[in-house]
Nanobody
Framework: QVQLVESGGGSVQAGGSLRLSCAAS????????MAWFRQAPGKEREEVARSYVGRISAGSASTDYADSVKGRFIIFKDNAKNILYLQMNNLQPEDTAMYYC???????????????????WGQGTQVTVSS
């Protein structure tokens, strides 16, 4: 089991920045793939960014991003503290959504082919961007 608690959401004007945090506890070693998703009202849930950390050789994480956020968002993890972050820069009104942190076990192939089964989810944190 993994418990995920998000924080850091809020309201900003277009062009502003926010940093979301996701504190993870429990079986974090096994659930080595983590990601940020978002869902806006009336829209489907969208994967924003994901991170893979190898269980045998942690090293640096592998990451991937949705095209809509590439160059603006950065996902990174503090492995010592088990906190996943999403640095969001140059926010736009279309980034307005509830943001969720998720975790699940995965191989690198699962990560690379977007086949991770994200079993654990946080409660979400709201991000609102005004024009």
């Amino acid at each position: 089991q993994v418990q995920l608690v998000e924080s850091g959401g809020g309201s900003v004007q277009a062009g502003g920045s926010l940093r979301l945090s996701c504190a993870a506890s429990g079986d974090t070693y096994i659930n080595n793939c983590m990601a940020w998703f978002r869902q806006a009202p009336g829209k489907e849930r969208e994967e924003v960014a994901r991170s893979y950390v190898g269980r045998i050789s942690a090293g640096s994480a592998s990451t991937d991003y949705a095209d809509s956020v590439k160059g603006r968002f950065i996902i990174f993890k503090d492995n010592a503290k088990n906190i996943l972050y999403l640095q969001m820069n140059n926010l736009q009104p279309e980034d307005t959504a509830m943001y969720y942190c998720a975790a699940g076990p995965c191989s690198y192939i699962d990560f690379a082919t977007s086949k991770t089964n994200f079993r654990f989810w946080g409660q979400g944190t709201q991000v609102t961007v005004s024009s």
